[in-house]
């Protein structure tokens, strides 16, 4: 539906759009997979759950409504919700939850985003079987800067546990061992033919030889990154995390959880049967992960055999689940369109320096009873600080003036300063302090953030996601951040835009990013077993001087703590 400008509250002038309203009804759906029935948490009924269609500068009113036995918010990944922080989304960061019963209204403000972007449930683990995608089409009277494909289609990747997900956790945060593993994977909601009792629910896209797809890839899984191909076929990104990309060809494309890609498919093969394949990329040493393969089925409407009598489709190539060149690799090929229809501004000047050490860690427990290393409890942290997370949420506390909910001294730098990815640390590194701190940034001011991995207990990557921002990725590299050397080599001409980094195992990234968006914006690792432990940070973005430049009031049925 239209809506007039005039018509709309004062604070939603900036967006030229449409307005469009969902209804959203959480609660708890049998579903089977793997041989076995279980409950899970769905929205709407479906796993994976609704797509939003929306164009470029739109608001989308999301009622929401749970009817499940666990506390629920919703939080709209990659939309920056321009001084909108209310309707982000994370438990006790800028909301309490929607408890049962209760409902929440959402007003999601689409600025820039053009692709696609999605949304997920940001309480405890539910977002194991609540998300779905956000496609953003380009605004009215504007077109694909590529030919426009014949078709678009949502490919969700995802997890599924025979367990209650939510005992996955409960076990983990009793013990301090790590969580346990998925039994699967899925595409759309499906593990695929080469599980037990799966055939028939196997996800197919069916494609017709000549035409082209646009496949809008969501990795919405919990605790593992993808390697994804198609058989004899090759893959062309075109857009990742809500902005376009220059075209970039690949046998395969490396996906991390939070992330989104928009992937063009050419259906140019012999008609046949063609698999879709999913894996994990994991190489940190001693990490487990599930080490399973989730399938679907490209089908040209001209292949015409009986299923019954056909071969087995064509599987794809897919590189070793620890090759940590292939996924950086094609990582570092993406580049931002920067076309005269689609600039970027990437930042030139920076005004505040930050670097971000992000660790596993462990704290001691009582006689070595805990289940993680030598009997200590599993830990993660930013800069030393592992996160605690508050009983009253932080936007709230800052907007009213609550005092002792957080701390706003959260360093800017490593406490301690050492070989971040050397071999073996002296055990006093690997306890960091809990804490729940706040970074406080003035309003305009240019960010450069350096994340640093380091070997602490155990290196791996790490999918660092910012709420409320996208940035430009202008470094990245492998070993210790040389803050003389590496800005050398920095991209600043066509750098990706994106909200989801991965920072490499014992690596570093760097972006830029302008702090123009007033309020409380969570900084987390999107493996959720590390966000579940404690790497996370909150950064709280002052108000400007106009007034298109402060926090919006807060909306009247916000839930209650």
Same mark, same amino acid.
């Given at each position: 539906?239209?809506?007039?400008?005039?018509?709309?509250?004062?604070?939603? $002038?900036?967006?030229?759009?449409?307005?469009?309203?969902?209804?959203? =009804?959480?609660?708890?759906?049998? &579903?089977?997979?793997?041989?076995?029935?279980?409950?899970?948490?769905?929205?709407?009924?479906?796993?994976?759950?609704?797509? %939003?269609?929306?164009?470029?500068?739109?608001?989308v009113v999301v009622e929401t409504y749970n009817r499940a036995q666990y506390n629920i918010t919703l939080h709209w990944h990659g939309?920056?919700? !321009?001084?909108? !922080?209310?309707?982000?989304?994370?438990? &006790?960061?800028?909301?309490?939850?929607? @408890?049962?019963?209760?409902?929440?209204?959402?007003?999601?403000?689409?600025?820039?985003?053009?692709?696609?972007?999605?949304?997920?449930?940001? +309480?405890?683990?539910?977002?194991?079987?609540?998300?779905?995608?956000?496609?953003?089409?380009?605004?009215?009277?504007?077109?694909?800067?590529?030919?426009?494909?014949?078709?678009?289609? @949502?490919?969700?990747?995802?997890?599924?546990?025979?367990?209650d997900i939510n005992e996955v956790l409960a076990l983990g945060l009793i013990t301090g061992a790590d969580f346990n593993v998925s039994d699967a994977f899925t595409i759309n909601g499906q593990p695929g033919d080469r599980y037990p009792c799966s055939k028939q629910g196997t996800f197919r896209l069916l494609v017709e030889h000549g035409k082209s797809y646009l496949l809008r890839i969501v990795n919405a899984a919990l605790n593992d990154e993808f390697f994804l191909a198609i058989a004899n076929h090759k893959l062309t990104v075109v857009g990742t995390d809500g902005a376009y990309t220059k075209p970039l060809q690949a046998q395969y494309i490396m996906i991390t !959880?939070?992330?989104?890609?928009?992937?063009l498919l050419e259906a140019n093969q012999p008609p046949n049967l063609y698999y879709m394949a999913a894996r994990a990329f994991s190489d940190g040493v001693g990490v487990p992960f599930d080490n399973t393969t989730a399938t679907a089925i490209v089908e040209y409407s001209n292949y015409t055999l009986p299923h019954s009598t056909a071969p087995s489709p064509i599987y794809p190539q897919l590189p070793y689940y620890n090759n940590t060149l292939a996924a950086f690799?094609?990582?570092?090929? $993406?580049?931002?369109?920067?076309?005269?229809?689609?600039?970027?501004?990437?930042?030139?000047?920076?005004?505040?320096?930050?670097? &971000? +050490?992000? *660790?596993?860690?462990?704290?001691?427990?009582?006689?070595?009873?805990?289940?993680? @290393?030598?009997?200590?409890?599993?830990?993660? *942290?930013?800069?030393?600080? *592992?996160?605690?997370?508050?009983?009253?949420? %932080?936007?709230?506390a800052y907007y009213a003036g609550i005092r002792g909910v957080f701390r706003k001294n959260f360093p800017s730098f490593p406490p301690y300063i050492f070989n971040f990815t050397a071999d073996s640390f002296p055990m006093v590194l690997e306890i960091p302090k809990p804490g729940t701190k706040v970074k406080v940034l003035k309003y305009g001011e240019c960010v450069e953030l350096v994340f640093q991995g380091t070997n602490l207990v155990a290196g791996?990557?790490?999918? $660092?996601?910012?709420?409320?921002?996208?940035? &430009?990725?202008?470094?990245?590299?492998?070993?210790?951040?040389?803050?003389?050397?590496?800005?050398?080599?920095?991209?600043?001409?066509?750098?990706?835009?994106?909200?989801?980094?991965?920072?490499?195992?014992?690596?570093?990234?760097?972006?830029?990013? =302008?702090?123009?968006?007033?309020?409380?914006?969570?900084?987390?690792?999107?493996?959720?077993?590390?966000?579940?432990?404690?790497?996370?940070?909150?950064?709280?973005?002052r108000d400007g001087e106009s007034p298109d430049e402060r926090l919006l009031p807060p909306p009247p049925n916000m839930p209650r703590c």
């Open positions: 539906m239209k809506v007039s400008w005039l018509l709309l509250p004062c604070f939603f $002038l900036f967006a030229w759009g449409e307005t469009r309203y969902y209804d959203f =009804i959480v609660s708890s759906t049998p &579903y089977t997979r793997l041989c076995s029935t279980k409950k899970i948490l769905t929205v709407n009924g479906q796993f994976p759950g609704p797509t %939003i269609y929306a164009n470029k500068g739109d608001i939309v920056k919700q !321009p001084r909108n !922080p209310w309707s982000d989304g994370p438990e &006790y960061i800028t909301q309490c939850p929607i @408890p049962p019963g209760g409902s929440f209204k959402y007003t999601i403000i689409l600025s820039n985003e053009e692709g696609t972007v999605w949304w997920h449930a940001h +309480s405890d683990w539910s977002r194991a079987t609540v998300h779905g995608a956000i496609v953003v089409h380009p605004q009215l009277g504007t077109i694909y800067p590529f030919t426009k494909p014949d078709r678009e289609v @949502p490919i969700i990747l995802g997890e599924w546990w025979k367990e !959880p939070g992330q989104t890609m928009d992937v690799n094609f990582t570092q090929r $993406l580049r931002s369109l920067a076309s005269g229809d689609h600039p970027i501004e990437v930042p030139l000047k920076v005004d505040t320096h930050l670097v &971000y +050490s992000v *660790s596993v860690n462990t704290f001691p427990c009582p006689q070595n009873s805990c289940g993680g @290393p030598n009997g200590s409890r599993f830990a993660a *942290s930013i800069n030393n600080i *592992s996160f605690e997370t508050p009983q009253i949420d %932080i936007l709230d791996e990557d790490h999918p $660092l996601h910012l709420h409320g921002f996208s940035f &430009y990725v202008v470094g990245s590299g492998f070993g210790n951040y040389d803050p003389v050397k590496d800005p050398l080599e920095y991209n600043l001409v066509d750098p990706p835009s994106k909200n989801t980094v991965s920072v490499p195992r014992n690596g570093w990234v760097a972006l830029r990013f =302008i702090a123009d968006n007033p309020g409380v914006w969570f900084m987390h690792c999107h493996l959720e077993r590390h966000l579940s432990w404690g790497m996370d940070a909150v950064f709280i973005v």
